[in-house]
């Protein structure tokens, strides 16, 4: 079975805080790809980060970080310095290629509602 | 101008009425894709399309239909609508398989009374 986990439902920090949101995924198959995407209050889902699955290589955009562990199943992303333009929901997702015979669909966890306080 | 559109942005609606939800795209991809999302639910697929001729159901499909008129043009219908079908729907495009990042449309928020 294909699953996300994002274990956080709720975080708040104060800006210039480091913030980690974790994301745990589950899958069979050895060709998978792992996404980031950011819903700010205004609703919209913005695409953060794609990572497939034979690059464990970290990456850093700026502030944004990710660590990316196959041992663990592990996606985790990082806020540098956080700013209260970062608050806004944090999905994690996951397709593969093989997945129930409809290739390349998104699972998604429930997601991490990020605040940053002032 | 937005690269995947969706009308309308927000819709109230009575129960037992039917409601058709539209997405277009100008990113020139051959998939598509209904979600919905509920609080504390991440999203949930509904259908999804690879092409024109291939519309598959995803997750939770009951009580929803679709249409893709056109490689551009993937549309969403409630039937007839019930309160739990109150939610934030979004439509997503991608170029092709599981490497391919979703590109999603702003949101459809509708609610059911």
């Known amino acids: 079975a294909q699953k996300v986990t994002q274990a956080q439902t709720e975080i708040s920090v104060v800006e210039k805080e480091d913030v980690t949101l974790d994301c745990v995924y589950e899958?069979?198959?050895?060709?998978?790809?792992l996404f980031w995407y950011k819903q700010p209050p205004s609703g919209e889902l913005v695409f953060l980060i794609r990572?497939?699955?034979?690059?464990?290589q970290n990456e850093i955009s700026g502030r944004y970080s990710w660590n990316f562990q196959k041992s663990t199943s592990s996606f985790n992303f990082t806020i540098t310095a956080s700013q209260v333009v970062d608050s806004a929901v944090y999905f994690c997702?996951?397709?593969?290629?093989?997945?129930?015979?409809?290739?390349?669909?998104?699972?998604f966890g429930k997601g991490t509602k990020l605040s940053v306080k002032p | 101008d937005a690269d995947v559109t969706q009308t309308p942005r927000n819709r109230i609606t009575k129960t037992g009425k039917r409601i058709m939800l539209e997405c277009s795209q100008t990113k020139g991809h051959d998939r598509m894709y209904w979600y919905r999302q509920d609080p504390g639910l991440g999203l949930r697929l509904i259908y999804y399309?690879?092409?024109?001729?291939?519309?598959n159901k995803g997750e939770i499909s009951d009580g929803y239909s679709v249409s893709r008129q056109a490689q551009a043009k993937f549309s969403l219908s409630l039937e007839s609508a019930i309160p739990n079908q109150t939610a934030l729907y979004f439509c997503?495009?991608?170029?092709?398989?599981?490497?391919?990042?979703?590109?999603f449309g702003p949101g459809t928020r509708l609610t059911v009374l």
């Open positions: 899958t069979r198959d050895t060709t998978y790809y």
């Open positions: 399309s690879f092409d024109v001729k291939d519309i």
């Open positions: 997702a996951l397709s593969s290629r093989n997945y129930g015979g409809s290739q390349g669909n998104l699972i």
């Open positions: 990572r497939n699955s034979f690059d464990e």
């Open positions: 997503a495009t991608s170029l092709a398989g599981a490497a391919d990042t979703q590109y």
